[in-house]
């Protein structure tokens, strides 16, 4: 249950961005910042009990690791963002680096 929660936290983690930029966008301005807050405060409390079982390092960087590839994927699909073969391999890599951390222990 607390990877569960951890991977929840670090989905909730791609949501405070997103609303950030929602928030940018026309009329949206209190919709979007109620999101991003809404967002960091579950991903927090999911990140608080992922780590009552989980390292808090592993724990951290695994939450930021979803959180750091999923924004980037959500930039690059609905709102435009840079793509490179090169910015995909750094994803590549931070991914490859959650999933050592998972099974490294």
Known sequence: MPWIFL????????????GM?????GGN???GIAFAVT??????YLLYQAQRTIPMGTAYAVWTGI??????????????????LLRY?????I???????KFGG
């Open 7 to 18: 991977t929840m936290a670090g989905l909730f983690e791609v949501g405070w961005p997103l």
């Open 21 to 25: 930029k929602m928030a940018q966008s």
């Open 29 to 31: 301005t209190v919709k």
């Open 39 to 44: 967002c960091m405060a579950l991903s927090g």
């Open 67 to 84: 959180g750091a590839a999923g924004t980037f994927l959500v930039g690059v699909v609905f709102f435009g963002d840079a793509s490179s």
């Open 89 to 93: 391999m750094g994803v590549m890599l």
């Open 95 to 101: 991914m490859s680096g959650v999933v050592l951390l």
